[in-house]
């Protein structure tokens, strides 16, 4: 059963950078998609950002450009590199692993942007 763990988050300055992980087990974590979704108090949870397991990518447009979404697969990691964060940044992030029709979540970690 796949398990996700994500760390990462906290409290940063607006124009400031904060770089997430989520750490999957399981031996086929290279042929998940993995997909970092974010939810902010009183909205949808809304995706930011995805990665294959070809490695190919794709962006929320309200982050393109500022976040960059990676994988090693040796370490059963994906990560979540965070740039030039903005206040509507704020949210809890969440990892998601999709494989054979199954998603899995994990539990989330806060992020602030505030001054």
């Known amino acids: 059963q796949v398990q996700l763990v994500e760390s990462g988050g906290g409290l940063v300055q607006p124009g400031g950078s904060l770089r997430l992980s989520c750490v999957g087990s399981?031996?086929?974590?290279?042929?998940?998609?993995m997909v970092w979704y974010r939810q902010a108090p009183g909205k949808q949870r809304e995706l930011v950002a995805v990665?294959?397991?070809?490695?190919?990518?794709n962006y929320a447009d309200s982050v393109k450009g500022r976040f960059t979404i990676s994988r090693d697969n040796a370490v059963n990691t994906v990560y979540l590199q965070m740039n030039s964060l903005k206040p509507e940044d704020t949210a809890v992030y969440y990892c998601?692993?999709?494989?054979?029709?199954?998603?899995?979540w994990g539990q989330g970690t806060q992020v602030t942007v505030s001054s």
């Open positions: 998601n692993a999709q494989f054979a029709g199954i998603s899995k």
């Open positions: 399981g031996s086929v974590f290279s042929t998940y998609t």
């Open positions: 990665i294959t397991k070809g490695g190919s990518t």
